[in-house]
């Protein structure tokens, strides 16, 4: 791989939140390059970091959090130099994100085609009413709505219509980088399935890459090329998405898996991973999965692992792989 197979580059980014009772390490140290073109899922629970990494790439961390430390590398670009004028610029037209309910992300009393027309307007000002209108009716027939539709306000639409603007609004610029957080959460199955399957021919006709922020690894199975794993605020594992279900490293990537309800098997046989996540305030010292490991060791509570390759395309932070090489490959 090239560094030019590289969309998106972050390095060691550190995110806090400061609280009454502390600060809150909500992103640690964390690492992660995103391809060119492909599907990358990010999961973990609740909590974990996965949303606020999201909204970091987009420099959109709201006080009281911030961004400590890090760099993000957008092309060739490091986001945290750029002024905000310049960030404003490239959120919306190269970076897009579609957030998990739509109804809170469209303004109530813009009609549609004010949402398309107003995005395109602000990042390409020459293009008049009717090409900017024009546009907007390619995009949304492109996605299923009938045109007939883009003077509705949002609350006259379905769920999954309104989540179909929102991938307008991140196609209307041809953005190259979708951010999607938990943009199904708020759907049906049905319409989900066919959100899905709209996202996937979107990948191939705008040439996107896409982001998947999700706890739902079903999806991310559906639709991904690699899966990172992220468990309070560090990466876990980042693995093309056959090696992750076929041979995770992580035990707690290897927990996540077995607690994927599988019809094939009772209620009672379900894997629940035992403990629940830390306190990000006072997180645990070394490896911050070590109260809840199956095979934690003396070295897991002192020192963090480092994140590194474990296997070819397959990175992990576990001292399995690095102290204690003999003992990688024994499954939870
Ligand atoms: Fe478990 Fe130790 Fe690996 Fe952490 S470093 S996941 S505690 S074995």
Redesign the pocket.
């Known amino acids: 791989m090239t560094t030019n197979d590289i969309l998106y580059s972050v390095r060691e980014l550190v995110v806090e939140y400061h609280t009454r009772v502390g600060d809150l390490n909500a992103v640690d140290h964390v690492s992660l390059d995103i391809k060119r073109g492909e599907v990358l899922g990010l999961v973990g629970e609740s909590g974990c970091g996965k949303s606020t990494l999201g909204k970091a790439l987009m420099r959109m961390i709201q006080d009281p959090g911030r961004i400590v430390s890090g760099e993000l590398w957008f092309n060739d670009v490091e986001l945290l130099s750029l002024s905000n004028e310049k960030m404003r610029q490239l959120r919306g037209s190269r970076i897009s994100m579609i957030f998990q309910d739509p109804m809170t992300s469209l303004n109530p009393v813009q009609r549609v085609v004010d949402h398309i027309t107003e995005t395109i307007q602000v990042h390409e000002p020459k293009t008049s009413d009717k090409a900017a209108r024009a546009r907007a009716a390619e995009l949304v027939d492109r996605l299923g709505i009938n045109r007939n539709r883009l003077d509705d306000y949002p609350h006259q639409l379905s769920g999954g219509m309104r989540q179909r603007v929102m991938i307008s609004l991140a196609l209307a610029l041809r953005a190259d980088l979708v951010i999607a957080d938990e943009a199904t959460t708020s759907l049906d199955v049905i319409v989900e399935a066919q959100f899905l399957d709209l996202l996937k021919e979107l990948r191939e006709e705008f040439d996107l890459t896409i982001l998947l922020i999700t706890h739902n690894i079903g999806l991310v199975a559906e639709l991904a090329d690699r899966v990172a794993v992220m468990y309070a605020g560090r990466m876990a594992e980042v693995a093309e998405i056959r090696q992750l279900f076929s041979d995770a490293k992580?035990?707690?990537a290897q927990g996540l898996l077995k607690a994927v309800p599988n019809i094939r098997l009772d209620d009672d046989e379900l894997y629940k991973m035992p403990g629940s996540p830390p306190n990000l305030i006072t997180a645990p010292t070394g490896?911050r999965?070590?109260p809840r490991?199956p095979?934690?060791?003396e070295i897991?509570a002192q020192q963090a692992?480092k994140f590194q390759e474990v296997s070819p395309g397959q990175l992990a932070s576990?001292?399995?792989y690095q102290e204690h090489p003999e003992k990688a490959g024994q499954a939870a």
Do not use: G, I, K, S
Request: neutral net charge; aromatic residues 20%; contains cysteine.
């Open positions: 992580h035990p707690y490896c999965f070590h490991c095979q934690v060791m897991c692992p576990c001292w399995l």
